[in-house]
């Protein structure tokens, strides 16, 4: 790989790092290891071609053009957590998948059954990461970034929290909704 190349290629993680909160490389090989995943059934969930995806991953292209993978891309990630954390067994987070895969997009709350623990109540991580999948749905994070830089002069609470939440890490976001419950 040439000087231009690697440039091109840190370019186009910083843009995912903006727009995805990290590397979408980084986010997909956690997908991959939380769901025992390959690249190609990760390729065929989301609704991408293999070679879409590794370019994806490696930083060859910047950006998911379809509203609707992103959209599947954030269901896989709240179905990765829930898979870590053993909320879901195997067998459901692979039924899941391919309720996920078959998804058009739409709204990102219409399911809260995926957001409850076995007691019904939510967890703080699926509620957070349902403020930041709603957030990253209407605006990409480098807009959201602007749009808190000016209200922060006038409104610096609310721009704290379209920073946190829009373009932040989930575990700053938890921390933060952590700290401003009563």
């Known amino acids: 790989m040439d000087a231009a190349q690697q440039e091109a290629t840190a370019r186009a993680r910083e843009l995912q790092r903006n727009w995805y909160g990290e590397p979408l490389g980084a986010l997909f090989r ?3 290891d939380d769901l025992g995943l390959n690249q190609a059934r ?20 910047a950006k998911i053009g379809n509203p609707a993978v992103v959209q599947r891309v954030q269901l896989l990630q709240d179905l990765a957590g829930q ?8 067998a459901e987070a692979t039924e899941r998948m391919e309720e996920i895969k078959k998804s058009q997009g739409g709204s990102v709350l219409s399911n809260t059954t995926q957001t ?5 109540a939510p ?15 209407v605006a990409a994070a480098g807009d959201i970034i602007e749009a808190a830089e000016t209200l922060a002069p006038t409104h610096p609470e609310l721009a704290e929290f379209l920073r946190v939440y829009g373009a932040g890490r989930t575990s700053d976001a ?3 909704y952590q700290s401003h419950q009563s």
């Open 42 to 61: 990760l390729a065929g969930v989301l609704g991408l071609s293999a070679p879409m995806l590794s370019q994806l991953m490696s930083g060859q292209r």
């Open 116 to 120: 409850t623990t076995s007691s019904g």
């Open 123 to 137: 967890t703080v991580k699926r509620v957070v990461r349902e403020i930041q999948s709603l957030l990253r749905s």
């Open 83 to 90: 898979a870590a954390d053993g909320s879901v067994s195997a």
């Open 174 to 176: 938890v921390a933060h």
């Open 30 to 32: 956690r997908l991959i």
